[in-house]
């Protein structure tokens, strides 16, 4: 059976989107000229690429720090969120916005956001297992805090943009923190049984 595309804006998804430009010239974004292309500077640390370099980078590291396991769950965790990302895109297969130009290429159906989602499971996954090495709790609040507000920049940018429903990237945010808790569950219930068994 065929899911139907959902192709109307609602008024929530609606006013939101164009908040973010000008009253009366939907081609204009809000705010200074520079603001523009700083955006596109912040949506790019939910692209693929830049996501692939840093996972890649954080794997290897941990391989060579002797980390296996450890680094075995940030590839399973960042994989299969990617992995189920792509499956809701395929399945839900929403049309981008066109009540506004986007400000930036798109490839791929809009909902959820892969650039929130995969940034909420990236920097939520990363930001866990650093805070997890501090001592301190004022240090362990700050890596999560900047983890959160790096996923929650990259959400806003993709609506400032126009290449995302906001119902899109509330959707990709909730998703990517879903799977990236189910991910440190299932770690945190496995390194307790491995405790548990004999040697």
Not at 70 to 94: C, E, H, M, P, W
Not at 136 to 157: I, N
Request: glycine share 8%; charged share 15%.
């Amino acid at each position: 059976m065929e899911v139907a595309r959902d192709t109307t804006p609602h008024g929530f998804d609606t006013r939101i989107l164009l908040a973010f430009r000008e009253a009366g010239a939907p081609n204009n974004p809000i705010g200074p000229f520079w603001l523009e292309e700083a955006v596109r500077d912040v949506t790019a640390l939910g692209s693929a690429s830049v996501l692939i370099m840093l996972t890649a980078s954080v794997f290897f590291y941990l391989l060579l720090s002797g980390k296996t396991a450890t680094a075995l769950f940030v590839l399973v965790a960042i994989a299969g969120g990617q992995a189920l990302s792509s499956l809701l895109k395929f399945g839900i297969d929403r049309p981008r916005p066109e009540l506004v130009p986007h400000l930036a290429d798109v490839y791929t159906t809009s909902f959820p956001s892969g650039h929130a989602m995969m940034a909420t499971v990236t920097y939520l996954t990363l930001g866990v297992l650093l805070a997890g090495a501090q001592t301190r709790l004022r240090m362990k609040v700050y890596v999560l805090s900047v983890a959160v507000l790096a996923a929650a920049l990259v959400g806003v940018s993709r609506v400032y943009l126009g290449v995302h429903w906001p119902s899109d990237v509330l959707a990709g945010w909730c998703a990517g923190a879903a799977w990236a808790l189910v991910c440190w569950l299932a770690a945190r219930w496995l390194r307790r049984r491995s405790k548990a068994s004999p040697a």
